[in-house]
């Protein structure tokens, strides 16, 4: 992997991975060597790149949009493979019970297939779900997850309120506890899981009980940290996190929809990011003074490490093995991206949020 202009002085090289960013298809994308160039300005090291999203409602699905999915699938292996080092491929699977006429038993069954088909021939490695129409904890979707832990692919998980407003009670934290009866599979909660945040943490502190034997990543889930709270939540939201969790456990991500010039991906992501971290860590009561060696060492763990060995453990240091076509798929279903102005939540009252009135 080249390696990037990082952030810092001397010894404090501070080297990222984003573990959220987005794709809209290749109407909206652009270059993939865009992304990477935005990367390398920004000392951002590798990507986590989720496929695009449905247009469609959930409640409007039907099974002729597995095709949709597919496609979806095809171009993010497609997108991602022009610089396969740099940018990590997820694809989207969705085991809604609509896209098999009602049956959950057989979406599941859709899903399986779908994820052996990414993984064998598309060569991806990562997986992007949310929850919709079905709960993590179902016990009917034990053999998807078993399946994604014996191919070794890392799933990415929303959890929090949800923009369609109607998929949201799906995505409590809590609900993930069902995927502990599947040590194998590694991933983690998005957005720490606003707002649920107190649920969030909990939910995650459990597994300090019964922590893996992996040396180096002992977690079945972790969380990253991108901007589901509105602003005035998220410096407490990550003290708390920091408080109470283990240092491993936290992942930065900035939930971007590419492409982004990289002046705005530093001044809306990471910059806040690490105000937010830096700030967090002073107020928090078990962490290393600032200064210090240790908190040095706990700033890479969030913005680098733990994203690196967690990536490691899920997929068993497979590398991707994605196929670059001759044109990208077409994606006529795909969610637009969203604009700028939407990729920053402020709370209510905060500004530009709210609506004009006219006199």
């Not at 984003?18 to 909206?28: I, K, L, N, Q, Y």
């Not at 992007?128 to 990415?156: C, F, H, I, N, Q």
């Not at 929303?158 to 949201?168: N, P, T």
């Not at 940290?225 to 998220?234: E, N, R, T």
Request: net charge negative; charged share 25%.
């Amino acid at each position: 992997m080249p390696r990037t202009e990082r952030l810092g002085v001397l010894y404090d090289r501070l080297p990222i991975i984003d573990v959220h960013t987005h794709t809209s298809g290749p109407d909206d994308d652009g270059d993939a060597n865009d992304v990477v160039h935005t990367m390398d300005e920004c000392g951002v090291e590798q990507a986590f790149c989720f496929a695009p999203m449905l247009s469609v409602h959930s409640l409007g699905l039907t099974d002729e949009h597995m095709d949709d999915i597919r496609r979806h699938n095809d171009y993010i292996a497609h997108f991602c493979a022009a610089s396969p080092e740099r940018l990590l491929a997820f694809a989207v699977l969705n085991p809604n019970p609509a896209l098999a006429g009602g049956d959950v038993e057989q979406a599941v069954s859709l899903m399986e297939e779908e994820g052996r088909r990414c993984y064998d021939e598309l060569g991806i490695r990562g997986i992007k779900m949310v929850p919709d129409r079905w709960s993590p904890d179902d016990e009917r979707l034990l053999p998807l997850w078993s399946t994604l832990a014996d191919l070794g692919m890392y799933v990415a998980f929303h959890s929090g309120i949800f923009l369609d407003e109607r998929s949201s009670r799906f995505c409590r934290p809590a609900s993930y506890e069902g995927l502990h009866r599947v040590p194998g599979l590694h991933g983690h909660l998005a957005h720490l899981s606003w707002p649920w945040v107190d649920e969030c943490i909990a939910t995650l502190a459990m597994e300090t009980f019964h922590a893996g034997e992996n040396g180096k990543d002992r977690w079945q889930l972790k969380a990253d940290l991108s901007f589901g709270c509105p602003a005035d939540w998220q410096i407490d939201s990550v003290r708390k996190a920091l408080d109470m969790l283990p240092a491993d456990m936290l992942m930065y991500a900035s939930d971007v929809f590419w492409p982004c010039d990289p002046g705005r991906y530093l001044e809306q992501f990471i910059y806040p990011q690490l105000a937010n971290f830096e700030t967090a860590a002073t107020l928090a009561r078990h962490t290393p003074e600032s200064g210090t060696a240790d908190r040095i060492a706990l700033r890479r763990n969030v913005f680098y490490d733990n994203a690196v060995e967690h990536w490691e453990a899920a997929t068993r240091g497979k590398p991707q093995q994605l196929q670059r076509l001759t044109t990208a798929p077409s994606t006529p279903h795909a969610r637009p991206r969203r604009s700028h102005r939407c990729q920053s939540f402020r709370a209510p009252g905060a500004g530009s949020n709210q609506p004009t009135q006219s006199m």
